[in-house]
């Protein structure tokens, strides 16, 4: 018996990061399942299918209206930066000096397009560091 934890992913045991309700509207494929008066957090653990949950029930990837690329099932299409358009099969070590660079001229709007709903360099550099092995 798995006893529920609020904020803790109800899948992987592991902490959640709180979100609001306002920017899971942005990700979420069906926002009918979005409910007040609860705390949603985001799972970040890269082998968990879960990318938010609350204390009654979590959103899996297929669930929502864009691929997570930090996600491990996800395709080499999904994105890892979705304010400059980069895709997984695309991560480089020449990545992060390019979106740094496109963020001088352009500021990136992460906290409304990223399904983490904060910057992307943290996870990419996550997957970099995976990726080196
Ligand atoms: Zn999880």
Not at 56 to 63: A, D, G, K, V
Not at 68 to 74: A, E, I, R
Request: charged residues 25%.
């Amino acid at each position: 018996m798995i006893f529920k934890v609020d904020g803790q992913c109800p899948k992987c045991a592991k902490k959640g990061k709180k979100i609001s309700l306002k920017k899971m509207k942005h990700h979420v494929d069906d926002i009918s399942y979005l409910k007040e008066h609860f705390n949603y957090y985001i799972c970040k653990n890269t082998h968990c299918e879960v990318v938010y949950f609350n204390i009654m029930n979590e959103f899996l990837t297929h669930q929502l209206n864009k691929e997570v690329g930090y996600k491990q099932s996800s395709s080499s299409d999904a994105l890892v930066c979705y304010c400059y358009n980069i895709k997984k099969s695309q991560l480089n070590e020449n990545t992060l000096g390019y979106i740094e660079t496109k963020m001088e001229e352009y500021p990136c709007a992460c906290g409304t397009r990223n399904p983490y709903a904060s910057c992307c360099l943290g996870e990419i550099k996550k997957l970099l560091k995976a990726k080196r092995g």
